[in-house]
T-cell receptor, first 112, second 110 residues
Framework: NAGVTQTPKFQVLKTGQSMTLQCAQD?????MYWYRQDPGMGLRLIYY???????DKGEVPNGYNVSRLNKREFSLRLESAAPSQTSVYFC???????????FGPGTRLTVL | GENVEQHPSTLSVQEGDSAVIKCTYS??????FPWYKQELGKGPQLIID?????GEKKDQRIAVTLNKTAKHFSLHITETQPEDSAVYFC?????????FGAGTRLTVKP
């Protein structure tokens, strides 16, 4: 089992460009999450999907959109990237919410 | 929403000593408190968790205590080893509201 996989591992964008971060899990989990991690600020929840077919905003959703494509896949889209979105992005999944979350390896995004 | 504060931000101990990291939370309704360990270049990994109906939980050298009245919980690592060196995050969760602490960088000196 691969667990949680994320692509790409690294990405450099120019301000205004768009991109989609991909996440997939093979643990048959119901819930999936997107976080950003900035120095000194821990992990902040961007969006989550409690179950297939549902998505909800987290603590810092502005500038992002998500799609729960199916039970396995949960993507994060930046429509018009800004330097403030430079961060490390982590996808996670759990069997249900308020349970152990399994994290992917992260995507390091730089917006110039 | 929930607010979580974590202290200290950095902690250095000698191998074999104990390490304690403390977190406070603001929403008394929060009911799930996990601790994650993050090694350099990797995603966080759960090391121990506790729910609000339990006051203490232990797993070998790692223990977590929860004081619901004071709204704080702590991670205790005994007999520290160099491989315990990492960044540790606490979190407080109420249903779908998840808030993490800012992290503690633990260094264990051999």
């Amino acid at each position: 089992n691969a667990g949680v996989t994320q692509t790409p591992k690294f990405q450099v964008l120019k301000t205004g460009q768009s991109m989609t971060l991909q996440c997939a899990q093979d643990m048959n989990h119901n819930s999936m999450y997107w976080y950003r991690q900035d120095p000194g600020m821990g992990l902040r929840l961007i969006y989550y999907s409690a179950s297939e077919g549902t998505t909800d905003k987290g603590e810092v959703p502005n500038g992002y959109n998500v799609s729960r494509l199916n039970k396995r896949e949960f993507s994060l889209r930046l429509e018009s990237a800004a330097p403030s979105q430079t961060s490390v992005y982590f996808c996670a999944s759990s069997e249900v919410t308020a349970n152990e979350q399994f994290f992917g390896p992260g995507t390091r995004l730089t917006v110039l | 929403g929930e607010n979580v504060e974590q202290h200290p931000s950095t902690l250095s101990v000698q191998e074999g000593d104990s390490a304690v990291i403390k977190c406070t939370y603001s929403d008394s309704a929060s009911n799930y408190f996990p601790w994650y360990k993050q090694e350099l270049g990797k995603g966080p990994q759960l090391i121990i968790d506790i729910r609000s109906n339990v006051g203490e939980k232990k797993d070998q050298r790692i223990a977590v205590t929860l004081n619901k009245t004071a709204k704080h919980f702590s991670l205790h690592i005994t007999e520290t080893q160099p491989e315990d060196s990492a960044v540790y995050f606490c979190a407080a969760i109420l249903f779908n509201d998840m808030r993490f602490g800012a992290g503690t960088r633990l260094t264990v000196k051999p």
